[in-house]
């Protein structure tokens, strides 16, 4: 059956509707929300992007992260969630998995019998890759791996784990290049830690852990490319993730324009509602704006990656959709911040309360200036960009 935009939309919305209670009980008692798995299953939303050969919706780009930004206005512990399993999850399987490793965790991943997550950040490597120390020996038809991946969303939950590491005589060879594998967390070696809810800032509903790899097993056919391409994947698979994250800071934005129309509607202050005071319509105006630019940076870059994707193998379209993914999350990211802020303000002394949307909003997307790419490698990206390859503020 061909991908269907209206019933994906439709689903997305039912999805957000039943989420949104249960995600209010438990930011409010700082638990992780053990209902998304089960709602995202019951409204086929796990396998949103994964080929329709392989038990998802094959949905386009455009589709996907519009429904990431529906799912954003429910919270970014929420969408975090979908990002970690589709976005940086799902996306390099499918793209660089072998046959075999695309049967084996695809169709799980889309019926919700597998979660995904993608482990690239270390404890000392964060925005240089180039500095993990996760190293892999090769023994027979397997890949034995050594190291600890740390901040990994999804890291506590997922069945199955993205890895990136360096060969082990990278020691005596500094040009020895990383490469990527689909690790199984269920086995001997493997150990985790989630952080606990009250050591983060926010998102307190989502599962974030660190990881210890002791000569943990990866069959041959769980390699993602070829070995030695191992930064080409994760740089590839980042376009995906910094467009996600994008996408459901424009969700956080649309729910604090929401939340504070509805407010200064309804406050009054000095004889009339406060949305009748001009500086508080300099917050919507300023919020509706963050709005308005966030959704056009989101889909232009999403039809580019659909482009890309089209035609893969045109290096000037991965450039352009690269680009465009890097400008939306740096954009969306600041915008959202922006606007929570906004909306906080407008709320006043009940904005300080995470009783209420926008302050949760406010303490959760600041991380999205973070991960994914800070704030600082994208402006380095995006000011290459312009300048010319060769100006490049680190080779």
């Given at each position: ?23 209010e009980?438990?930011y409010?008692?700082?638990r ?9 299953k ?12 392989y ?16 799912i954003?206005?429910e ?49 000392d ?7 993990m120390?996760t ?34 005589e ?11 594998f689909?690790?199984?967390?269920h086995q ?9 809810p009250?050591a983060?800032?926010g ?10 790899m002791?000569?943990?097993e ?5 390699l ?14 980042l ?7 994008a ?7 649309e ?10 509607k ?8 406060i ?12 919020i ?8 056009a940076?989101?889909v ?12 893969r ?12 993914a890097a ?6 990211t600041?915008?959202?911040?922006d ?15 995470t009783?209420?949307r ?8 600041r ?8 704030d600082?490698i994208l ?7 312009v300048?010319?390859?060769e100006w490049e503020?680190?080779?």
């Amino acid at each position: 059956m061909p991908f269907d935009a209206a019933q994906l939309a439709q689903d997305t919305e039912a999805f957000c509707q039943e989420i949104r209670p249960e995600e209010e009980v438990c930011y409010a008692e700082r638990r992780p929300n053990p209902h998304v798995v089960p709602l995202a299953k019951k409204h086929n939303l796990l396998g949103m992007n994964i080929h329709p050969d392989y038990g998802g919706r094959g949905a386009d780009n455009v589709s996907y992260f519009r429904a990431l930004a529906r799912i954003g206005r429910e919270g970014t512990a929420v969408r975090t969630f979908f990002s970690g399993h589709l976005s940086i999850g799902a996306y390099p399987i499918q793209t660089w998995g072998s046959e075999a490793a695309k049967k084996k965790y695809l169709p799980a991943a889309a019926q919700g019998e597998k979660i995904l997550a993608f482990g690239l950040t270390e404890p000392d490597a964060g925005s240089n890759p180039r500095e993990m120390t996760t190293t892999y020996t090769k023994k027979g038809d397997r890949y034995i791996l050594n190291g600890v991946k740390y901040l990994i969303s999804n890291g506590g939950i997922a069945d199955a784990v993205i890895v990136f590491g360096y060969p082990a005589e990278r020691l005596h060879d500094p040009n020895k290049r990383m490469s990527a594998f689909i690790l199984d967390t269920h086995q001997k070696g493997f150990e985790k830690e989630s952080f606990a809810p009250e050591a983060k800032m926010g998102m307190p509903t989502s599962n974030t852990a660190m990881f210890e790899m002791h000569d943990c097993e990866v069959p041959e056919e769980n390699l993602l490319a070829t070995e030695g391409e191992g930064f080409r994947v994760a740089m590839g698979t980042l376009v995906s993730g910094r467009l996600s994250v994008a996408a459901g800071c424009l969700g956080v934005i649309e729910d604090c324009l929401a939340e504070a129309i509805a407010y200064a509607k309804l406050r009054r202050q000095h004889g009339k509602e406060i949305a009748r005071h001009q500086l508080v319509q300099e917050h919507i105006a300023m919020i509706e704006m963050d709005r308005v630019a966030s959704e056009a940076l989101v889909v232009r870059a999403a039809e580019m990656k659909d482009r890309a994707e089209a035609k893969r193998g045109d290096p000037e379209l991965a450039r352009q959709a690269d680009i465009l993914a890097a400008q939306a999350k740096f954009f969306a990211t600041n915008a959202a911040w922006d606007a929570a802020d906004r909306a906080v303000q407008i709320f006043g002394g009940k904005g300080w309360s995470t009783l209420y949307r926008p302050a949760r909003h406010l303490m959760d997307v600041r991380v999205c200036r973070i991960y994914e790419g800070t704030d600082e490698i994208l402006k380095l990206k995006i000011a290459s960009s312009v300048l010319g390859k060769e100006w490049e503020a680190f080779k």
